[in-house]
């Protein structure tokens, strides 16, 4: 195919679920339409810009921690698992997205950085959590 790098570019901005790349430091390289949308930034302010700029502050150690051992060992502990985390889009609101991850490796077998799919979760969460506790409160007057 002779457009193949065309059609993978289009693969990656259309697709309707963020697509976000970061380098084995954590920098993003690759963010599209989806993630401009789901988090807030444009691709001017994420491109370059620390995978810190949507992850909560008290949550960096242990998502560094996280990110640094996969990286080190080419393969993170949830492969084929969607997650679902709390992250902060740019004008400060927490959300929730469930998010998909793989480190990309090169013809080498060595480790290029991580990407992520992510989808915007939170209204879907947020009815979850009130079911529940709706549930315990039920659950609390038949005691």
Known sequence: MDNLPEMNEAIIEQCPD????ADLKGIIGVWNTAAERI??????????????IIIPEPFR???WQGFDRAIADR???????SLPTKTVRSDGSTIY????????LDA???ALGALSMARDITERFEQDRKNRKRL????KDAN
């Not at 963020?18 to 790349?21: C, D, E, K, Y």
């Not at 393969?75 to 698992?81: A, C, E, I, P, R």
């Not at 997205?97 to 990309?104: A, Q």
């Open 18 to 21: 963020a697509v976000i790349f």
């Open 108 to 110: 080498a077998d060595e």
């Open 75 to 81: 393969l993170t502990k949830y492969v084929g698992q």
């Open 39 to 52: 988090f807030g930034f444009s691709k001017e302010d994420a491109l370059g810009a620390s995978l810190d």
């Open 61 to 63: 150690q242990a998502h």
């Open 136 to 139: 315990a409160e039920l659950g």
């Open 97 to 104: 997205v469930e998010l998909s991850f793989s480190i990309l």
